[in-house]
């Protein structure tokens, strides 16, 4: 199945954007899974992009909520990879129920964005340049200090490098996770996780203040219900609990040596920003940047705030990734 075509949802306020291409890839253990390319002038032409940017969402997001995104990086000239990670958007779910947002530890997620970057290495243009959100940056910030060499720089939106556990305290929050998703119980959802997310509500959700944005994605996913996906098991709190710890105690994050940028909101309920600072510190090119009053969705923010992300964007990767071809200043004219 690689290489076949994949569907793209496309509504009349959020229309896929030129060029784009959805098709399944192979998961590490075969699992089927989603991605998307798109280039600013056609794939026929992708040499001219100035490098290519790798898309990662966070929990529960398909690759069409950040069709966007994926319209900020083709005006900057990048080619775009885009990706569902598995259990979520059309890629393979991990239980039969597909609303469940479920995981088994990080080292599949790990496998399957090795796979993804292995499958499209030959397609895009150098230099590589990571993008994620939340979950996603987590899984970035994973394989960049597990030994992924191929990517330049990395600008990551509000990642999960400490999770908020709801007022439970992280002491017992790790071994009720642990414990729970060992005893037969991992697939169950974690204790008021269950939601309908064709019903979640702009003021409930508190994710962005931009209420236009937010019905934007709510009108994708009634479009097309099987990109939608609901609370978190068990299993999946362990994976995201385990996730942060092993990040907080490894010391290969000490040796990435790429610029990473963090970007913070100032209002975050979901990940905890001191986390986030801690890392950003630990980094040799680490940067952490706050956006003020912004709540966790940075990226379906309101625009002034949406523009405190992608000035740090092009801070970081501007010096990597030049707007224009570098001249050697003892060239012909």
Avoid at 132 to 150: D, I, Y
Avoid at 276 to 282: E, F, G, N, S, T
Wanted: charge should be negative; glycine fraction near 10%.
């Amino acid at each position: 199945m690689t290489g076949e075509s994949a569907r793209l949802v496309s509504i009349p306020e959020a229309l896929v954007p030129d060029h784009g291409k959805a098709e399944w890839f192979r998961g590490a253990d075969g699992a089927t899974l989603r991605a998307a390319t798109f280039f600013p002038e056609g794939p026929t032409n992708s040499g001219k992009a100035r490098g290519s940017v790798v898309v990662s969402p966070g929990r529960s997001e398909p690759i069409e909520k950040y069709f966007e995104v994926v319209e900020d990086l083709l005006g900057r000239g990048f080619a775009v990879l885009l990706h569902d990670w598995r259990g979520q958007g059309l890629s393979a779910r991990g239980l039969p129920d597909r609303l469940k947002g479920h995981a088994r530890g990080f080292k599949t997620f790990l496998s399957d964005y090795k796979a993804l970057l292995d499958t499209f290495e030959a397609r895009l243009p150098k230099p590589w340049i990571a993008l994620s959100h939340s979950m996603g940056g987590c899984l970035t910030m994973l394989a960049l200090a597990q030994g992924e060499t191929r990517f330049s720089a990395a600008v990551l939106s509000a990642p999960m490098l400490g999770l908020n556990s709801g007022g439970i305290p992280p002491w017992i929050a790790t071994p009720l996770a642990w414990t729970v998703s060992r005893v037969g119980m991992a697939g169950e959802y974690v204790q008021g996780g269950q939601y309908d997310p064709l019903a979640q509500t702009f003021v409930g959700d508190a994710l962005t203040h931009d209420e236009a944005r937010y019905d934007r994605y709510q009108a994708q996913l009634r479009a097309d219900p099987e990109i939608a996906l609901g609370g978190m098991t068990w299993g999946w709190a362990d994976f995201a609990i385990s996730a942060c710890a092993w990040l907080r105690r490894s010391k290969g994050v000490e040796r990435i040596g790429v610029p990473v940028t963090i970007v913070a909101a100032e209002l975050d309920n979901r990940v905890l920003n001191p986390d986030q600072k801690a890392i950003a510190d630990r980094m040799p090119k680490g940067r952490y940047v706050e956006v003020p009053g912004a709540f966790h969705e940075i990226l379906i923010e309101t625009d002034p705030r949406r523009a405190i992300f992608w000035r740090a964007f092009d801070e970081t990767v501007d010096p990597v990734a030049p707007k224009e071809p570098l001249i050697s200043p003892n060239a012909s004219d």
